[in-house]
């Protein structure tokens, strides 16, 4: 199933030829979840980042549902 | 450690050592404690009886990085209710240098009067007729000043709209390259300020009177520990330098909790254009600079310098709370724009968030449409003009909602929320409800608990607690003199047990964790008491109806919090 990811931080210059504006699309299978996919792009320390799926922030163990926007993010709060 | 009385209506000043009450108290702390002990609660804010009261913080002056916040207090214009507003720059720091503990201004000049206070290197007052400089922007009249005084002085600074005694005017504060873009925005100090016939106060930059250290042995290695914590935490060792705090675009989108075109949405079309990203991509392409130092002894390098195309200086620092207001709130998506509007606004001596959530609340009244830069632009400007509307948009955005007879109109006490929904963030709720400052994020910013997945934003479960704890964080650290970012490692085991090693190598005595949070509830206290008798009950800690009426896309909730849990968050 199709996914379209969205990288943020550090992230986009670890994916050669990625695109800010359209982000990564990518196929997966049915039941991967946000682990499975910081594997699948090779994040170093996952647990820097927040993922949000449609708009949601959602934990690692989460499976990842068809036809989502997903956005990683590096864990940030301010003023 | 002394007192500099000034009093407006006689033109005197008196130095005088910390009276023992207010002894060891510093920053928000000393401020609330004073406003609540010496300003009569139902006094008018822009009358004689008001007292504005500029205090560094405790560790303002030593050698302890991220320590030159500078607290202003006073009761507000805006609110009504105790007010305190901090700034960065190099104020707080100038201050404990020259072992000030608090400027204390009291009375109201004549009517058209108009003064400089001058604060010279050895600490002594003297008050200069300025009427020349009435109606001068903040930039001018900064250039001027450090000219005229010499470069090494900070400046506090009121624009037209502090003269107007607008209730949205701010005290601007100098930064490091002299520029008044650092600001003590929120609650109408610059009214206040203007009240009392003060335009500026331009201080010396080289006090050598710093407050002695107890035990600079311990306080020099715990301080090491200290910066050592912030350069290794992620958020101010990599984030903050990189993107500044305009990296929060992208996740409070992200959690569909980015209250936008005057919040109807929570999720900005657009938003990738004016993200923090976007910002430090554009700014590096025109040769400005992502990662500037903007006040003194910083080691996070938060501010940035905004530039235009042909590379000349616009603004600095372009924030995520003003990228909000002026963009999010308003529709519009361009940073040049954005950059524009908060260059305004620091030279006219407004807070962003009051004016941008002004200009959102006249877009949806249908004032201009959503987007309309040249025309957001032209309202702005008209408060420094000071015409009919203008001073309507710098009063903030109950008036202009009350101008235009439109009711949807996101503020508590009469002060705008933040860039955080209400309905997006449960959280954020109780602290815009129940702060006695009225909507204020650096207030508590529950912002933190959903970004590490600790609770969920969309439910009222956890969020009062949640709340309270950080309010009750939030009033010690504003005691300090340390900057909000630069609390972020207090978490850690490391940054927070260091952090105690200064405080105890400081004073010499011997904190535990404990009393951190103790220090908190004292000034919280001080602050409900003073709001109390000012006349505040627990009817004024809600939010305006809409929020709990109008389900935010995409989520499609309402405020989930409950009276009776909103009266529970503060009670101590």
């Known amino acids: 199933m199709k996914v379209r990811v969205k990288l943020f931080g550090p992230l986009p210059q670890t994916i050669p030829g990625y695109n800010s504006r359209n982000g990564l699309e990518i196929n997966i299978p049915d039941g991967v979840t946000i682990n499975d996919l910081f594997a699948r792009l090779e994040i170093q320390e996952p647990e820097g980042y927040m993922v949000a799926m449609n708009n949601m922030v959602i934990k690692p163990t989460d499976i990842i549902k068809k036809g989502s926007v997903l956005s990683i993010l590096p864990r940030i709060a301010g003023g | 450690m002394k007192f500099i009385r000034v009093n407006m209506s006689d033109k005197s000043s008196a130095v005088s050592e910390v009276p023992e009450q207010y002894l060891g108290l510093g920053g928000r702390g000393l401020t609330s404690t004073m406003i609540n002990a010496e300003v009569p609660p139902t006094c008018d804010p822009l009358g004689p009886d008001n007292k504005l ?47 000030i503990t608090a400027i204390i201004i009291e009375g109201q000049a004549g009517d058209g009067e108009l003064f400089i206070l001058k604060i010279d290197g050895q600490g002594e007052a003297s008050l200069i007729p300025a009427n020349e400089y009435q109606g001068m922007r903040t930039y001018a009249l900064t250039e001027k000043l450090l000219e005229i005084y ?26 490091v390259d002299g520029r008044p873009c650092r600001a003590a925005g929120r609650g109408g100090l610059g009214a206040v300020m203007g009240s009392k016939g003060i335009k500026a106060i331009v201080i010396d930059r080289e006090g050598k009177d710093t407050d002695a250290v107890a035990d600079p042995e311990a306080f020099k290695a715990a301080a090491k520990d200290f910066a050592q914590a912030i350069k290794e935490h992620p958020m101010t060792g990599q984030m903050l330098p990189a993107l500044g705090t305009a ?38 392409k025109r040769g400005g600079n992502p990662s500037h130092l903007g006040c003194s ?83 702005v400007d008209q408060i420094g003009q000071g015409t009919d509307f203008g001073k309507v948009l710098g009063n903030g955005p109950d008036a202009v909602g009350q101008l235009l007879n439109h009711k949807r109109i996101p503020t508590v006490k009469g002060q705008s929320i933040a860039a955080y929904d209400p309905r997006g963030m449960q959280g954020n709720a109780v602290t815009y409800a129940t702060s006695p ?52 490692p207090l978490t850690t085991p490391e940054g927070g047990g260091a952090f105690l090693k200064v405080m105890n190598a400081k004073f010499g005595i011997q904190l535990g964790p404990d009393d951190i949070p103790a220090m908190g509830i004292r000034v919280l206290k001080e602050e409900l008491d003073f709001n109390q008798k000012a006349g505040f009950t627990n009817k004024d800690d809600r939010l305006p109806e809409f929020f709990y009426n109008e389900p935010l896309p995409p989520h499609n909730k309402t405020v989930l919090i409950s009276d009776d849990d909103m009266d529970g968050a503060l009670k101590f």
């Open chain 2, 150 to 175: 010499g470069q090494k002085n900070s400046v506090l600074i009121i624009g037209p709209a502090g003269e107007y005694q607008l209730a949205s005017a701010s005290i601007q504060a100098s930064d």
């Open chain 2, 437 to 488: 400052m009225g909507a204020d994020h650096t207030a508590g910013n529950v912002l933190g608990e959903y970004v590490s997945g600790a609770l969920d934003p969309l439910k009222a479960d956890g969020q009062v607690e949640a709340s309270r704890n950080t309010q009750i964080a939030m009033a010690a650290v504003d005691c300090t003199g340390l900057c909000l970012l630069a609390s972020f």
């Open chain 2, 297 to 379: 002894q910083c080691i996070v390098r938060c501010s940035n310098e905004f530039v235009d195309a042909e590379g000349q200086f616009v603004t600095s620092s372009l924030e995520y709370e003003t990228i909000w207001s002026m963009g999010g709130m308003t529709g519009i998506d361009d940073l040049d724009t954005i950059a524009r509007l908060d260059r305004l606004c620091d030279d006219i001596g407004v807070d962003t968030m009051n004016i941008g959530v002004g200009v959102g609340v006249a877009m949806d009244a249908g004032k201009i449409n959503f987007g309309d830069g040249a025309g957001a632009i032209d309202m």
């Open chain 2, 247 to 284: 990296g929060l675009v992208a996740p409070v989108n992200s959690m569909g909790a980015f209250p936008s075109l005057n919040a109807t949405n929570g999720v900005m079309t657009g938003w990738e254009k004016i993200s923090g990203e976007a910002l430090a991509e554009l700014i590096a």
């Open chain 2, 53 to 99: 009261i500029i205090a560094p913080g405790v560790l303002s002056g030593t050698t302890l990085v991220n320590t030159s916040r500078v607290s202003i207090g006073a009761k507000s214009p805006l609110t009504g209710t105790i007010k305190e507003s901090n700034a960065g720059g190099t104020t707080g720091a100038t201050l404990g240098h020259l072992g």
